[in-house]
């Protein structure tokens, strides 16, 4: 398999920070000065803003948009129309200067459903799930389930992206604790 990334013949990369096997489809768009991780998959139409950073093994559907100040660490998973911002209080005659974005993160193996949104200033946690249609507008705790406008939590979600019981144990072996940043796995029966 070939370390070199991938750009279909009507994609855009003008970054030269794009990991290996990288791959961005037709009318995908990754300014310069973005960083992309390696194995990532940017689907069509999607567009990725300098001073954008995205982790190894992302994923990132067709025509989700990524701002500056966004940072996707390892193996998220952004559904198709995801959106994220970066100002929280845009207005198109009075211009911010980068530095005055605000900065979002989401934690590794999180997945963003299709067609949410994401406001600035933000961080979703570790494997938590936000539901289609969602719109996020506060910290959302690691292994949490949310859904609706805005965002609620209604459940929990394991590490292999089952919903928890509410005994906090999954079909696949493993069980978790609460602690005051969401979950936390304390064991896993099944290798």
């Not at 961005?24 to 803003?49: L, Q």
């Not at 093994?57 to 996707?72: A, E, M, R, S």
């Not at 292994?143 to 609706?148: E, F, S, T, W």
């Amino acid at each position: 398999m070939s370390d070199e990334v991938f750009v279909h013949p009507h994609g855009l990369n003008e970054s030269d920070q794009v990991g290996a096997r990288t791959r961005v489809w037709a009318f995908a768009h990754v300014m310069k000065n973005a960083r992309i991780g390696s194995d990532c998959n940017i689907g069509g139409g999607a567009f990725v803003e300098s001073g954008a950073i995205l982790g190894n093994h992302v994923t990132v559907k067709n025509n989700v948009l990524v701002w500056d100040k966004v940072i996707v660490e390892d193996k998220v998973f952004l559904g198709p129309n995801a959106v994220f911002t970066n100002d929280m209080n845009p207005r198109a005659a009075f211009k911010k200067p980068p530095e005055a974005f605000l900065e979002t993160h989401v934690r590794e193996g999180a997945s963003i459903g299709a067609n949410a949104t994401i406001v600035c200033g933000v961080e979703i946690g570790t494997c938590a799930f936000i539901g289609a249609g969602t719109v996020v507008i506060r910290d959302v705790p690691a292994h949490a389930l949310v859904a609706g406008n805005p965002a609620r939590q209604i459940g929990w979600m394991c590490t292999c992206g089952e919903k928890l019981a509410a005994s906090l144990e999954c079909a696949c072996g493993r069980s978790f604790e609460e602690n005051d940043g969401g979950l936390q796995a304390i064991s896993r029966t099944n290798p």
